[in-house]
C-alpha cells in the first residue's frame, strides 16, 4: 500500500481534520508525512530524516522501532489482540498492574487501566468524588485546580484545566472548580516570594474550603501545557501537607512527567511524595500505543467496597481499557528501564543539556529557559526587558519549529514556547545537535524584529 506525495497530501487536504490544528492554514503549507522511525529519527516520505525533538507528542521513551518493544507486541499479537476487562483478566494486565504498583510511590497499590491521559484524569475525578460519597460525605463535590493546569481535553479534564485559550469557549459545559495560582515565576506579579505567595493563596483556598472539596489536582513539579512551567523545589510537598492537613485527596497527573521526564521514574519522588490518586499515560507504553492508568490507594479502593446491591461500585470502564497488546508493550517498557537502568543513565545527559541551553540564554528572544530532567520549555518575547511577548498572529513558535524541520528537527510548540523533550533513549551527541538546531531555528524564526 504506497501512494505518492500528490495523493496522499490531496486525500490528508480533502479528508483529514488534525488535533489542535487550525486547518485553513495547515492546508496551505507543506504537509509532513511521516513513514517510518529508527532510534530518535523519524523519517518522512521522501526519505528526510528529522530528530523527534518532543518524543512523538511526549509519549516516545525508548526510540522509535525498539526491538524489544517491537517483539512484545508480535509475541502477544500470536497470543490474543483483546479481551476486556470487564469481568475477565488477561496476563498482561495483571502483571502489569502489579510491576506499576511496585515502582509507583509508596502506598499507590491498585491500578485502574483506560486509553489515555484523558481517560486517566476521568477516572481519578470521578472517584475523588465518590469515594466521599461512599463515605459519607456527600458535601464533598469539588475540586480545586491550579491556573494554567492541562489535564486533557475530555470534559471533565477541561473543567479541571486552566489554559482560557483551549477551554474558556466550552466554560458552559464545565464543571464548577476552585482555582490557585500557578507558580509562573516568569510571569508572576509579585515577582519576589512568588513561591510562599503562590502556597499561600493555595492553602487559603483548601482552609476556607475543604468542607466540600474532594481533591487538589495538579501537574507536579512541571506544569507541561502550560508552557512548562516548573514549581519551585518544596511546593509540591507543601501541597502534600496541606491536602492531608484539611483531609482533601491530592491526584497527581503525571501523565506527561512520568516515567523518567524529570529525571526521576515519577515527579513525585522528588519531594517523597506519595499522592491519594496519580494519574499515567503517555510514556507508559514507551510511546507505543494507548494505554493509561489512574493508581489509588488502598484507602480510597476499600471504599469502594460493599454488597451488590450497596452500588458502591465504580461504575465506569472503557471498551479497550487494559488492552493486552498495549500492556504487553507496556510491561517491555518496565523491562527496558530496568535493564538498562535507564534513570541512573539520566544524569549525564540532563547535565549536557543545562549546559547546552545555557548557550541560548544570550539569544536576543530567548525571554526564559525553564527544564526539569528532559523537559525544556523555551519562551520566546519580543522584548527580553519588558517581556513583551510577540505578537499572536505572527505565531512566532510556529516560525521557528518550521525552520527546525528545515535543519532536520522535529518540534511542537506551545504558542511561543519551544518544548524540547526527547526520547530518554537520546546520545549526548544527539543532544547537542537538537540544541544547535533549535538555536539555529530560534534565530531564524525571531529575525526581523
Ligand atoms: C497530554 C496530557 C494529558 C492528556 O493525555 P491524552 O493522552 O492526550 O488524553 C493529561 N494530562 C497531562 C499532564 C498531559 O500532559
Not at 484545566?161 to 464543571?175: D, M, R, S, T, V
Not at 514549581?231 to 512520568?258: H, N, S, W
Not at 510491561?331 to 549546559?355: S, T
Not at 524541520?405 to 511561543?416: M, S, T, Y
Request: hydrophobic share 40%; glycine share 8%; net charge negative.
Amino acid at each position: 500500500m504506497t501512494y505518492d506525495r500528490d495523493t496522499l497530501g490531496r486525500w490528508d487536504r480533502d479528508h483529514l481534520w488534525h488535533p489542535f490544528t487550525q486547518m485553513q492554514g495547515f492546508r496551505e503549507e507543506e504537509l509532513l508525512i511521516i513513514t517510518r522511525g529508527e532510534g530518535v529519527y523519524l523519517y518522512d516520505l521522501e526519505g528526510r530524516r528529522y530528530l523527534d525533538g518532543v518524543s512523538s507528542l511526549w509519549a516516545n521513551l525508548h526510540g522509535h522501532r525498539r526491538p524489544e518493544l517491537d517483539q512484545a507486541v508480535v509475541a502477544q499479537l500470536e497470543q490474543v489482540a483483546h479481551s476486556t476487562l470487564l469481568g475477565l483478566a488477561h496476563p498482561p494486565a495483571i502483571v502489569l498492574a502489579r510491576r506499576l504498583a511496585q515502582i509507583a510511590p509508596s502506598g499507590l497499590t491498585k491500578v485502574f487501566f483506560s486509553d489515555d491521559g484523558s481517560t486517566a484524569v476521568e477516572a481519578a475525578l470521578k472517584l475523588a468524588f465518590q469515594y466521599w460519597h461512599n463515605r459519607g460525605q456527600k458535601d464533598k463535590q469539588r475540586f480545586l485546580k491550579l491556573s494554567e493546569g492541562y489535564h486533557g481535553d475530555t470534559l471533565g479534564s477541561v473543567s479541571v484545566g486552566g489554559i482560557p485559550l483551549f477551554h474558556e469557549i466550552y466554560h458552559p459545559l464545565l464543571f464548577d472548580t476552585l482555582e490557585a495560582p500557578a507558580p509562573y515565576c516568569y510571569r508572576c506579579p509579585h515577582r519576589q516570594d512568588c513561591r510562599e505567595q503562590c502556597l499561600t493563596a493555595l492553602e487559603e483556598q483548601v482552609a476556607v474550603h475543604h468542607r466540600e472539596l474532594a481533591a487538589v489536582i495538579l501537574e507536579p513539579v512541571m506544569q507541561g501545557a502550560a508552557g512548562m512551567i516548573p514549581q519551585p523545589p518544596g511546593y509540591l510537598a507543601k501541597v502534600r501537607e496541606v491536602t492531608r492537613r484539611y483531609g482533601v485527596l491530592l491526584i497527581a497527573d503525571e501523565v506527561a512527567v512520568g516515567f523518567g521526564r524529570t529525571g526521576k521514574m515519577f515527579a513525585c519522588e522528588h519531594e517523597q511524595v506519595s499522592p491519594d490518586l496519580m494519574c499515567l499515560a503517555k510514556g507508559i507504553t514507551g510511546g507505543y500505543l494507548p494505554l493509561a492508568a489512574t493508581l489509588a490507594t488502598d484507602e480510597v479502593y476499600d471504599a469502594f467496597l460493599g454488597e451488590y446491591a450497596e452500588f458502591k461500585t465504580f461504575f465506569h470502564g472503557h471498551t479497550y481499557t487494559g488492552n493486552p497488546l498495549a500492556a504487553a508493550v507496556g510491561l517491555a517498557n518496565l523491562d527496558i528501564f530496568a535493564k538498562d537502568r535507564v534513570i541512573e543513565g539520566l544524569a549525564p545527559k540532563i547535565e549536557r543539556l543545562a549546559e547546552l541551553l545555557s548557550k541560548m540564554a544570550d539569544q536576543p528572544h530567548v525571554g526564559d529557559i525553564r527544564r526539569r530532567g528532559l523537559m525544556v520549555g523555551i519562551e520566546l518575547v519580543r522584548d527580553k526587558m519588558t517581556r513583551e511577548a510577540f505578537p499572536v498572529a505572527r505565531r512566532t513558535g510556529h516560525q521557528v519549529i518550521l525552520e527546525a524541520r528545515k535543519l532536520g528537527a522535529i518540534l511542537r510548540p506551545l504558542g511561543d514556547v519551544i518544548v524540547l523533550m526527547p526520547p530518554l533513549c537520546i546520545t549526548l551527541d544527539e543532544l547537542e545537535t537538537l540544541t544547535q538546531i533549535t538555536y539555529e531555528a530560534i534565530d531564524r524564526g525571531t529575525a526581523g524584529d
